[in-house]
């Protein structure tokens, strides 16, 4: 990259970081959502 | 079309798009990066650095393309009261400030080389900065209000008057560049555009606009859920998805 | 029994307002030491140096008022919403944006009028030319309404929230950046001689824009947080 290669790949990488992250926080925070409505579904049933 | 506007039918429809609209966003992503990366060639002012603004650039027009469609979906949940416009503009939030965020760590590697400084208070980077404080404004109003309903709707008007502001700080800012602009800096230009700079430019654009709406519908459904975790529906939905 | 008129119950709540914060002087006061003493750790902290401080002056003065003005947005809704005054405006049949307005031109009178009374004193402090001393009390009469206009939205959307004190700064201090930029910006202008008509200009439309336009988000927001 011609001697900029680490500044380059550094902007890639970390724009590569925080657009991943922007897709497993919200899937996670799916599962989390899911696990809570099983169990308020589970509380209700067995009442 | 408006039966789509009832979170009950929207929740399957938006789960139905997203594996489309994600597997388009990052085909149309990766042959942008390839041809940013591989096949563009060196600018011949500024090398091999000017590849950040296959990034830079886009994302910035994202930041800026994001708050609009939140204080959009903003007006939308203020004036008719639509639950499916108010977890949009919530879920628009985070992803806004995250290539805000870009923007500003690509434009300060960019700005390394080209200016010898990590960080100047360049008139666009500058904007940028204050647009990501408004951004966190918007995050921290949400998170600080227990009743999504109020949040929704407090963080509506945040964004409508943020909305109205942006141009006037943009313009401001510019103006007080001008002033002080230090002799040595020059701007972070577009290099003179190249057609094969501009494709890729181009695609980096519409892959990013599709990663947002992809991101975007996945946010807003686990809302609709939370919100609507009382519903019948939502007791069948995680019935079915067990 | 007839409800007063707009005028009359505008002019009501001002009066009202500059009453109580009058009984309760402490509140008018330390919004005012807090500028002050902002404005007096700078020489402490960057040195003496007079030039400097010349230089410095302007932005100095500027940003303690707005971090001043902040301070004392709190005051702006709280203790009406504490007792419930604020629920009888907002049923009030006059519009609420108007009974927000005048609220502000309260809030405006006990903070915003104070500072710029003080600043020729501290313009001394940091060894401000006469002739930007001028400039610098116009740009603050014409700036701190607009502080106080943009701030009562935040005031108004924070109205009950757990740390609204600090949530306030967030969502108002990146909406003061063009005041503080033309405000002193007109200031330094004055340092090289430079003509400041063209801030000051700005800066009366920016107060126009704002006394129309923030009274309504404000009294949005605040039915949003009475809800």
């Known amino acids: ?47 | 079309m408006l039966s789509y506007a009832a979170p009950k039918n929207f929740y399957p429809f938006a789960g139905k798009l997203i594996p489309w609209i994600g597997f388009a966003a990052v085909v149309t992503l990766a042959f942008g990066l390839y041809l940013g990366l591989f096949v563009a060639p060196a600018d011949y002012q500024q090398g091999q650095s000017y590849r950040i603004m296959f990034i830079h650039v886009p994302s910035a027009w994202m930041s800026m393309f994001v708050y609009v469609v939140m204080a959009a979906a903003g007006a939308a949940s203020l004036v008719w009261k639509t639950k499916l416009a108010e977890v949009l503009a919530s879920a628009c939030a985070p992803i806004g400030a995250s290539f805000t965020l870009i923007t500003l760590v690509t434009g300060s590697l960019w700005g390394k080389p080209m200016w010898g400084t990590w960080w100047a208070w360049d008139a666009r980077l500058t904007s940028e900065l204050i647009l990501l404080f408004l951004y966190i404004g918007v995050m921290a109003l949400q998170a600080s209000i227990d009743d999504p309903r109020r949040a929704a709707r407090a963080a509506a008007v945040l964004a409508l008057v943020g909305v109205v502001n942006i141009p006037v700080i943009h313009f401001s800012v510019e103006w007080w560049n001008t002033l002080h602009q230090p002799a040595s800096v020059s701007k972070l230009g577009m290099p003179s555009i190249h057609p094969s700079m501009l494709a890729p430019l181009l695609l980096m654009a519409v892959g990013f606009k599709l990663y947002f709406v992809a991101m975007v519908l996945v946010r807003m459904r686990y809302q609709i859920l939370e919100r609507e975790r009382h519903t019948q529906w939502v007791a069948q939905v995680v019935e079915s998805e067990k | ?227």
Request: charged share 10%; glycine share 8%; net charge positive.
């Open chain 3, 1 to 227: 029994m007839n409800p007063p008129s707009l005028f009359t119950a505008a002019r009501n709540v001002f009066m009202r307002d500059l009453t109580i914060a009058l009984r309760r002087s402490t509140d008018v006061l330390t919004p005012l030491m807090f500028f002050l003493i902002v404005v007096t750790l700078f020489p402490l902290g960057v040195g003496p140096e007079a030039n400097l401080l010349r230089t410095m002056a302007p932005g100095v003065i500027w940003v303690a008022a707005l971090l001043a003005t902040m301070l004392s947005l709190g005051r702006l809704f709280s203790n009406d919403y504490a007792d419930g005054t604020l629920e009888q405006l907002a049923l009030a049949p006059h519009p609420l944006p108007l009974l927000v307005l005048a609220k502000v031109c309260a809030h405006w009178v006990l903070t915003g009028l104070p500072l710029v009374a003080m600043s020729p004193l501290l313009a001394l402090q940091l060894n401000l030319e006469p002739r930007q001393m001028a400039t610098l009390v116009t740009t603050l009469l014409l700036g701190t309404p607009v502080l106080s206009l943009l701030g009562s939205i935040g005031a108004a959307l924070t109205l009950g929230l757990r740390g609204g004190g600090v949530l306030v700064s967030l969502l108002v201090l990146p909406l003061y950046t063009p005041i503080l930029i033309f405000g002193a910006g007109a200031v330094s202008a004055r340092a090289f001689g430079l003509d400041a008509e063209a801030h000051l200009s700005l800066l009366a439309a920016f107060l126009i824009l704002g006394a129309v336009f923030a009274p309504w988000a404000a009294a949005a927001a605040l039915r949003i947080s009475l809800d």
């Open chain 1, 1 to 47: 990259m011609g001697g900029y290669g680490l500044y380059v790949w550094s902007a890639y990488g970390f724009a590569t970081l925080i657009l991943v992250l922007n897709v497993i926080v919200p899937l996670r925070r799916r599962t989390v959502v899911m696990r809570v409505l099983r169990r308020l579904s589970q509380a209700k049933e067995s009442e």
